[in-house]
């Protein structure tokens, strides 16, 4: 995948939803088949992991090594199909200012904050106590099982030809966003990632904002 | 008298070995301490393959988590498969191969006949195509274990490489004949794999080959282990594991 970056013609003042995140918390909504999702970076250089479902079956859920094999690239950007555990096209980047997204990296926990940094650091905010919450209020039968490698919006993760796998400050600005098209209902979860102890959220975790239009 | 692979290995220390086919599928479980030596026995093998915790199967083997925490995007000797627990399933204990992809996935049905064709069991017998997602789906199942717990797999003896405009690229004749992996398990652990090829494999014919399996008793890491102080990621790691299993 190119970088090659891609603006949306959609204005904000005709969004049917927006709501902003605040780092630190998650965000759980039905995306139906036609909508348009927007991410929008508001500050600049924060990661938002996330993961995305079938609606008429979560056990039909976004696959990060099936999307990027089909795609050859292991970034995401303007173009990418997110493609389904089952193959199918579940949305598709049709806009993005930011030019690259991860989806090797994952999502923190309190279990890998002890391994990557400290075993001091299990008592940190993760992305997986806000996954498991917002399960947990929507309330329909998923759990930990379901958490699968997510994508990590606006976060950089090179990968180099020789294997090394880094984590490096983020490419994304203040005003940045991603925008796709939802190709079936589904539902997305997002965890606004609290990180402090590496350079994903440029050590200082910022709210994002969540857009969605109506099929046009 | 079964059929002997690993003969390099001490007798007294072997538990079992066994021959799996190009194709098929297997699953069972390895007890801490134990090792499973995994042998290409052709040369260009592929094992899809994943790990659970055999006392609490959500606890599971974690592509990020192993990746990020040895800076790594592939499997050699040295490195470890992390749990989404924060501990050590397995260590890699020697290899002769020199990297293991960790980012390829799976094929499935679909890929499978439009690279090779279709091929039936009625028609073909024990012969028929099989894919690696719903051979390792049907080696979940055994377990109560299905689709959702089907997360991003290793895939032994194959080697995917990224280059600097992140495409993927896979290399053919990573592995030899004789190749071998030894997976020394840290805590027990539930192993499902499949012997379908890569789903990046270019090969235009299905042609799986065959591995076989030695599980010996190795004894856990020890303190001077270079898996364990690889880095102090992993010496954290091992901690976690030894609060649970020490």
């Known amino acids: ?216 | 008298m079964p059929q002997s692979f690993a003969t390099e290995l001490d007798r007294q220390l072997v538990l079992w070995e066994e021959e799996v086919p190009g194709g098929a599928h297997w699953s069972g479980v390895l007890r801490r301490g134990v090792t499973l030596r995994v042998t290409d026995l052709q040369g260009g093998a592929n094992v899809s393959m994943l790990f659970y915790n055999h006392e609490d199967r959500l606890e599971r083997y974690n592509m990020a988590d192993t990746l990020k925490g040895q800076h790594t995007a592939f499997l050699c000797a040295g490195k470890v498969c992390y749990s989404d627990m924060g501990r050590v399933l397995c260590s890699v204990a020697q290899d002769s191969c020199g990297w293991h992809d960790t980012i390829g996935g799976v094929s499935n049905a679909r890929m499978v006949k439009r690279k090779y064709g279709e091929a039936r069991y009625q028609e073909h017998r024990n012969d028929y195509h099989r894919n690696g997602y719903d051979s390792l789906v049907n080696e979940l199942g055994k377990y109560g274990l299905g689709r959702r717990d089907l997360v991003a797999n290793l895939n032994l003896f194959s080697k995917v490489t990224v280059d600097d405009s992140g495409a993927l690229q896979f290399h053919t004749g990573n592995s030899g004949a004789g190749d071998c992996i030894d997976l020394r398990f840290e805590m027990p652990a539930l192993v499902v794999l499949s012997t379908c090829q890569h789903p990046l494999d270019p090969e235009p014919r299905y042609n799986p080959r065959a591995i076989s399996l030695a599980a010996w008793r190795s004894g856990a890491a020890g303190a001077d282990d270079p898996c364990r102080n690889a880095c102090p990621e992993n010496q954290r790691a091992f901690i976690n594991t030894e609060r649970l299993y020490g």
């Open chain 1, 1 to 216: 995948m190119s970088s090659g970056l891609v603006e949306s013609a959609l204005d904000s003042a005709s969004a049917a939803f927006r709501h902003v995140v605040p780092a630190g918390e998650p965000f759980m909504k039905e995306i139906s088949k036609g909508q348009v999702l927007r991410i929008l970076d508001l500050e600049g250089n924060q990661a938002v992991d996330t993961l995305f479902y079938s609606a008429a079956d979560p056990e039909e859920r976004y696959d990060a090594n099936t999307t990027i094999r089909e795609q050859g690239n292991i970034y995401l950007t303007a173009g990418t199909v997110l493609l389904s555990n089952a193959g199918n096209p579940m949305l598709t980047i049709v806009a993005d200012t930011c030019g690259r997204h991860d989806t090797l990296g994952g999502a923190c926990s309190a279990e890998s904050n002890t391994v990557r940094y400290a075993l001091e650091k299990r008592h940190m905010h993760s992305c997986r106590d806000s996954f498991l919450l917002a399960l947990a209020e929507w309330d329909n039968g998923m759990s930990k099982r379901d958490l699968s490698s997510n994508i990590n919006f606006f976060m950089n993760v090179p990968v180099t030809p020789e294997g090394k796998l880094t984590f490096e400050d983020g490419i994304s600005e203040a005003g940045r966003y991603v925008e796709m098209r939802a190709e079936m209902d589904v539902l997305v979860l997002i965890s606004n990632c609290p990180q402090l102890n590496n350079p994903c959220n440029a050590y200082n975790p910022t709210p994002v904002e969540v857009l969605v239009w109506d099929p046009q």
